[in-house]
């Protein structure tokens, strides 16, 4: 049904012409404010007065989950805990035998000259918004600058990478997720008699994509990636973080070399905390 | 005139529908579909204002979600302001009360905001984009339905600005 529009021309255009005008200009500001690594002052005081009730929001979402998850999962969880254990067994035999290798490497590296790097201090960070932008893959942690966080930082969670800090608000910090198509990682298959090398981008999807690979390299479906600690134009991962796993190994179009796919090791869609290495 | 419990209703609903979609708005995705909750809110409370107060409201959510991280923060706002803006235009010319207006207001709202989006910021993978857009359209359009229903029940019966009589 059409009604008759009592409103004039000139005045409705007038707030459209203002709030792009708005935006624009908010706009310029933010970039330039992200293109120094820092958020602009209006971005941080708007994540500040939002995050506790985002923050608070997912709190409740969280403890309702917890509530009412051992009820549907009861039957699961008994089976589930037994395969745990025999697993935290296991692991705990692997973990005293590779105290020892890393004793032996150490030792000898020090005898032939070999710097040590030391292991990076982690700072522990809660997620305050997953994936809050659809143009990119990001997540928003509650740890900022007064927090010592610097662009450029890498973050991972438990299972592995995540991404690097690329905005840092006093409070809060923006990292952009390895998934993001603008991200790469130099790489490595883990695999000792492989060793082949290359870079995991992002594709926009769940998945990531190896390339800059031969394509005789010695690559296999299962082989674990990690980062090769190379590539300074990419951002400076440490070496050895877990990356993924190997999913598909194909050749491009040009048969020249291959092309990768990586499963990530860390759960982009479900991360609910991060450590941030300093 | 539109009653003032009416504006307040309209950014209540979006400023609390973007709370929500940065809380859970990653698990408000089926396969491919991906809705955003505080741009549904927008267009729907957009059909209960005028077209300066959703151009407004669209500016305010394009703030919010570009301070959270978007690295086109100013198209993010112009997109924004632009589909509050036209959705509040139809208000004018459009019968409000019904759930299949705000359904396909959303669905076409949603496809407006990413072309002006596009157009703002282009994308070098165009196919993907186009294909997310979609997903996205069909995704908010589903979620209006229920929101729709929602917000009509505090918006609609303070809305005194029709004149049938004309």
Known sequence: MLLTDTHRPRNRYFGVVICVAIGIGLGIWFGASRSTGRSSPLAAAVRSATQPAVMGARAVGTWMRRQTSWVVRARQLEAENQRLRAHVGRLEGEIAGLHEADAAASRLRAQIGFALTPLPRRLAADVVALHPSPYCDSVTLNRGASDGIRAGMVVCAPQGVLGRVFEVAPGTCGVLLLTDSRCAIGSVIQRADSRVTGVCRGTGAKSLSMVYVDHDADVRVGDAVVSSGMGEALGIFPKGLPIGRVTRVGDDMSGAAKVIDVAPAAAYDRIEEAYILL | MKSRSTRIWAWIAVVGGFIFDMAYGHTLSVGPLRADLGFVCLMVAGLFVGASTGAVLGLALGILQASYGSVYAGSVMVSRAAAGWGVGVLEEHLFRDSAHVAVALTFAGTLFCELTFFACAPQSAIGEFATG???????????????????????????????YSR
Not at chain 2, 135 to 163: I, K
């Open chain 2, 133 to 163: 857009s979609f997903w996205t359209a069909c995704g908010n359009g589903l979620l209006a339905l229920p929101v729709y229903l929602a917000l009509r029940r505090v918006m609609a019966r303070r809305t005194d600005d029709v004149d």
